[in-house]
């Protein structure tokens, strides 16, 4: 008898009614490893799974003392030392009053079996997993009979409780109005002729929400009039979202390209592949479906800006700096001026990138030149209005000394034609005549050195002597309008290299401006300062003091800005001039408010390099 | 020597015109004294015996206009001749409305000089 159960190919065992084990056949010990010995009592437990070993001591128990047969599920250790599942069965032998007077069991290998279970499981996981993570849910349906299953996703997609039997009509009642119609003949079409289907919709939720759904189903039954579907509904509200998103920023990114004439491009450095976005089409004039290469670049660059592209670009192959350049484009009969900025990409495969922008800066260029143009047509009326001036002080200058020169010598005229002639009279008008001859030319000799440099030419200023003559410029017309000039010229200051004439123009727009502040004769009081000073930051500076209207009220940014006038009669460049040209020599323009009355304008003009000491004030 | 045909003040603040005009005046026929301001002018013992005032515009101080205003002022008005060495039509024309016999422009000749001062003298 034990020889049979030792050659039976199953794992046979008896206990003791308290469960000791008391025999195991010969392939249950070669399995152990174990000998018959060392396995009786509860040493073959050695050999069990320490994960199992408690749920198999508590089965066995539960079995000892219920008295009924059972079964578990536990790993042993093969004599090798890889464990095995086995399926542990206890019968019990009873006794005529009941009681248990052994226990015989069986050990099944069933290793292969859980094996499979679990990997079934994990699949079954991992597809779950998948399902959930790419929102899928599988299908199958069988028209024929109504069935139709639904995974755990698929009820999460269409939003139903998993307990709800899933049917045509409670999947069509979530699908979008609009959608339904389409989506119900396709569905009856599938169901009649066993067509696959593919199709992508909407399904309106309950909550208002609207999911995009794609549900492919193939038929994959036996023959076509039987038709059994598995397939899939995919949630793909989240890629339509997104792709309504992407379309939305392209759509963005070529509106606002087109509004700020901006266009983007791509040059693969290493292959001389370019990319053009459609608005740098546009700007370099070339249709959508014109492959984009450097010929077509180059036959598009005005010519002189030519060199420069070339150095740009050979920059950016040497690997050096981002280009940021501007040059100019011959598009048909159209120049453009447009703005490169670029950006240097070393990509990780060792290739190189410029990526970039190409703005039309065109329009803004035509409006600087146009700007440009008009600053020099209105520095020329502004010098063309103070020479109106000059020309009228030059007048009075010359005048008064030609005044005597004509009543000298009509005087000595009179003399010589007197009977008898008065000579000595006639001589000494005549010597008269001579020294007012002089005194008219000293004038005129003084007046031409105001002129003699018409054109700008930088020359050592001494700015108290270029003040001074300005000042007896305008002294007559102080004089008219009952106004005292005093000036306060800072003694030994250095000169510097200017251009004299455009800052005597500065000085005497300043002291017209104040003639006209300080207005009507019945306004007091009447004063204006001339003062020059050597200050701290060895600056250089002027500044003409009134006690006229002031600056209250007046925007002070705006003061020296073009057209700016609080003048009944002025044209408001004067102060722009004024403002241009001591910038042209480094300095600064500014006004200020008087603390009691009026408001001194001034400049000053940064020392750069002395070129000798003023004298003028000391004369 | 013949009589003077009257007293002719000049006030200018140019040497030229007060060395010069002096002379063509004694000339013509006149009698003649130059000032340089307007106040050295009404602080002379010629004030109340001038019979005619050449008188230059624009002066330091007080002005030819305003030492019109303040001879009308005193009530002892004197013809004048204004003469100016700037040149303004705009400025010219109140001082002829305001009773002035003439305003010449510097510089000015012997003959206009001696036709406003015979439209005072007849």
Redesign the interface.
Known sequence: MNKIIDAIPVMAWSTLPDGTADFFNEHFLSFLGMTAEAAYGWGWTASLHPDDLENLTSVWATLISSKLPGETEARLMRADGQYRWFLFRANPVYAKDGSVTRWYGTNTDIDDRKRAEEALRRSAAFLAQGQTLTETGSVWWKPATQEIFWSDEAYRVAGYPKNQQPTVELMLSRCHPDDLTDVGEMVARAAEEGANLELEHRLLMPDGDVKYVRIVLQNIGPDRSAPEFIGAVTDITRRKKAEERLRRSEMLLAEGQRISLTGTFSWKVDSDEITFSGELRRIFGLSDNTVVDFDRITERVYREDLPLLAEKMSNVRAGSDNPDYEIRLKVGDQLKHVRVVGRIIKHLDGTTECLGAVQDVTAQRVAEEARDKLRSELAQIARVMSLNTMA?AI???V??????????A??SL??LS?NPPNIE?AI??AR?TIR?GN?AADVITRLRVLFKRGTSAMEPVDINEATLEVVSLLT?DM??H?ISLHTELFETLPLFKGDRVQLQQVVMNFLRNSIDAIGEPSQLPRDVVVRTEFASDMTIQLSVEDTGCGIAGVDPDRLFDAFHTTKASGMGIGLSISRSIVEAHGGRIWAKANSIVGATFGFSIPNAKSDGVSLASRS | MRPSRGLVAVVDDDQSVRESLPDLLRVFGFDAQAFSSAAEFLQSPWLGKTDCLVLDVAMPGMSGPELQDELDRRGQGIPIVFITAHKDEDERLPLIRRGAIDCLYKPFSDTALKAALDRVFG
């Open positions: 009228a007048a009075h200058e005048n008064q000394p030609l005044a005597g020169i004509v009543t000298n009509s005087t009179h003399m007197a009279g000494e008008t008269r007012d005194r007559p004089q008219r009952k």
